[in-house]
């Protein structure tokens, strides 16, 4: 992992460069207040923490998809696909699940919560 934000770690997510991209672009754009709403806040920190302990057996994969629809309103799908190069849907899905996976990664160096084992992204 050659470049990673804050307390990442890289056992969810192997490569940030499309989070970098975004945050490139939304600068670029004039839309600092993207860069903001894509960075961790306490706020999630507190809800990663409060699914934890509502769902102690709640698998990796569960986790991730309810943090990325916390994250929906927050990513901006023009900026995205213009960062990207990709659709829109595409790109926005690509970045929640980065953001999410660095929540997780987050999280876990705070130990918040603990991973079994190194996640793969699945190969498309």
Known sequence: MSRAPPFATGKVVSDYTPLFLYWERARAEGREDLVEKSMLSEDDFKFIEGLVKS??????????DAIMTRFQGRVDPGVASRALGEPEDVAVERLLFIIAGWLVEAAESFMMLGLRSRYQMPKD
């Open 55 to 64: 769902s102690p057996s709640m698998t990796l994969l569960e986790l991730v």
